[in-house]
């Protein structure tokens, strides 16, 4: 007999979905890629069983046949307190905005890859994890970009590069919850507050400066990604 100790138990997922097709081809990928699984086929039947299951992170499709997704995400999130992906065919920025706003994690558009949900589903259990243990890396690294958050440092290629305090905080900003999509609104009522009026224009020009000072070319951004009509995320490798 085997001493060795219990695995950890695999993250649980709950999939909030009415469309059988799709239900499957996630159950099926998402069971083979190890995780632990729940299904709801409408928005009643997810908030019981979020109640219920506490899942550790909740893909949540916005066309339910008995609610609008939207209206089960501002209840779940009313209370859970882990992440939550929208999936949805809904392409408009309102309803990204709307999501993000409302406090989802994320956003995908169907149809996306196995592979961009598999990523998006590890940022988000890992930003949770972060969260819930109050430990932050106080020390971003991607590729040839290192943010010191502590000292305040930036570096390119371990070469400093300097940078004005707001663009330190808009980077900043981005380094805490990267890998994930901020709002403009968001964006701007963190660097700026609640109080001031600037345009997401305003924060275009501040991008433009950031990017020039880190992007090895501003024009094709690898960090610095621009969520068309949405927002921006800081891409992680
Ligand atoms: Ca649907």
Redesign the pocket.
Known sequence: MSNAPTPPLAPLVMIV???GPMRRFLRSFLSGSGYRLQEAASGAAALQLAAEKAPDITLL?L??PDMDGQDVLIKLRSWLKTPIVVLSVRDQDTQKITALDHGADDYLIKPFSTGELLARIRVALRHAAEQRSGVESSVFESADLKVDLAARRVFVRQTEVHLTPIEFKLLSILVHHCGRVLTHQHLLQEVWGPKRSQSPQHLRVFMAGLRRKIEPDPAQPKYLVTEQGVGYRLAME
Do not use: H, I, Y
């Open positions: 979905e009415d469309e499709d066309g339910l």
